[in-house]
């Protein structure tokens, strides 16, 4: 089993989301190394931290875990989806999209700000300047270190 950072707008689609509706695809990855690594190593039964982005509060949201391994994701064949690409072909997807299912909310969210400051994620790809990745692998000190920001109180 793997961990991972799967990035999401909450007001596109948020930790809530998955809540309500148990299982979802995870559509809509348009960069190619974040594709790459959901293709190659996204494997049925990892963990994912969905992590709430470009929005007031930024962070840590909840827990999923992959219920469906890489398939092609058919929103790049939909003219009228916002992930359409006209250069896709169905014979050879250019996209794919894994599904996810929900496992639980984060006790509370844990911020960007508190992740920055711990010295155990400074090597995590989230916390390093210009890391624009929608999907990112998490090693298991990593995810130990941030679910364990769940019990601490809040502190600014």
């Known amino acids: 089993m793997a961990y991972w950072l799967f990035k999401t707008e909450p007001d596109t689609f948020s930790i809530n989301t998955l809540w309500q509706q148990g299982t979802s695809c995870w559509e809509g990855v348009r960069n190619y190394q974040a594709r790459n690594m959901m293709r190659d190593q996204v494997k049925l039964g990892d963990l994912v931290l ?23 994701d058919h929103f790049q064949f939909d003219p009228e989806s916002d992930y359409f690409d006209p250069k896709s072909n169905p014979e050879d997807p250019r996209w794919i999209m894994v599904d996810v299912e929900f496992v639980r909310k984060t006790k509370r969210l844990i911020p960007l700000a508190k992740l920055k400051s711990m010295p155990e ?3 995590m790809p989230l916390v390093k300047r210009g890391n ?7 090693s298991e000190q990593e995810w130990q270190a941030i679910l364990d920001q769940e019990e601490l109180p809040k502190r600014s």
């Open 50 to 72: 969905i992590y709430h982005s470009s929005c007031k509060h930024v962070g840590v949201a909840g827990i999923a875990k992959v219920c469906k391994e890489a398939y092609p």
């Open 121 to 123: 994620l400074e090597n």
């Open 132 to 138: 624009r990745l929608s999907i990112m692998p998490v």
